[in-house]
């Protein structure tokens, strides 16, 4: 969908549908609200006095102008009390109606943005309603034949915008567009089917951002990571005859001199447990493995589009885990990349396994800062629930700036310790470490043995196994893939960038 953003009236718009939000509180009708009540003869009293619109958050209202006004119809959305208003209902309002009118066969809509709504957010209110429009109404389609001819979908949104406020609008609406392309890219790449999205079709996927200005991207492939003693990775990827890949996916926006910040992915893109087996019940979901890994391509997709000046390097191990005659079995011990020894206990732990590799192999870039995305660990969700990340790491300012960029997007994160204690659960008897610290404390110890490979740099790790995917609709991620981790990471990207 095209979101063009004009300066004028809303009440002037010759549109299929012009949309006001409004809150649930509000007393009496002021401004855009005001004058477009006027004009179309007290539609919007009508519908307030009637009891039909109480504006409760993402509430909607539908009405036609009956020639009132320009527009054929007048869309009313609930932005909830004024006073617990935030940009997450903002978001979600947006992305309720857009989805509403795209349900009525709506092709086009318009709107005025009120960058006032949040005292002192006049960016993020008006990149939040683009956010919202734009990520509410993905749809994932490709595979679709029958009935393909019934899909719906929105092709523009018109944003009115006075003289005053315009450049505010203009430029936060095309940040809003690069970066929910982003995430719409990531959705994409963790939908596709496993057939369809194999460590080789990653590397693929990765390599088409190269046409963008100081993007380039290495892929190592088997032969090398064997030269190179990435031994863990090489592991997992054993029992299958898709050949594993590191993708190295670097953005140089910054001066030659300054160090990168690195991103780790897991990108397992399918997971079967390995010799240690799945349940059947579920493990279609597992193409979503390489969650993680798809949110730092997307990322640095958008970092590149935003022109941002920093150095990203982004590392995204990508394999399948499967059960074969070559594949790697509990009681096996592997040398990984850093030369330290691992117990394999259960193959299905191979997340952390392939991402030992890459978080050593990140240390030879000398970063200003580490952080990995992982779809790590089923505790993570009985400790989190589904809507929240997991956040571990060894450095408190960098732990404070993801957090800062978390409350900003609504991709929400929340600490866990890392205690010296926690530690003891991951020392083998035969080898250094051992690759589950079993069932207690399962997401801390997970990360705990993540640590052993970092180095000394920050250095964070964000398991995002609940938000991942969803089995149900959320105000503006629709069921499926969420594409969580973009939004928060070009957040926290733009803030370090400032600094």
Known sequence: MKIIVKKGMLADAESQAIILALFEDSKKLTGVALEIDKISGGLISDLIGSGDFAGKPSQISVVYTRGAMPAKRLALVGLGKHQECNLEKIRGAYASVMRHLRGLGVKEAATAINVNLLPGKKEQTAQAVAEGALLGLYQYTPYKTVGREDLKEMDELTVIADVKDFSVIESNVKKARLIADAVCFVRDLISAPSNEMTPTILAQKAGELTDRKNVSCRVLDKSKLKEMGMNALLAVASGSHEEPKLIVLEYAGGKKKDAPIVLVGKGLTFDSGGI?????????????????????????????????????????????????GSAYKPGDIIKSYSGKTIEVLNTDAEGRLILADALAYASEFKPEAVIDLATLTGACIIALGDDVIGLLGTDDKLKKEINSAAQTTGELVWELPLWEQYHEQIKSDIADYKNTGGRPAGTITAAAFLSKFVGDHPWVHLDIAGPAWTTKDKPYIPKGAAGVGVRLLVEFLTHRAKK
């Not at 589009?305 to 990508?318: H, K, S």
């Open 276 to 324: 240690s087996i799945k349940p059947a019940e579920k493990m279609d979901e597992m193409k979503t493995d390489m969650s993680g890994g798809a949110a730092v391509i997307g990322a640095i997709r958008a970092a590149a589009d935003l022109q941002l000046p920093l150095n990203i390097t982004g590392l995204i191990p990508a394999t399948e885990n499967l059960p074969g």
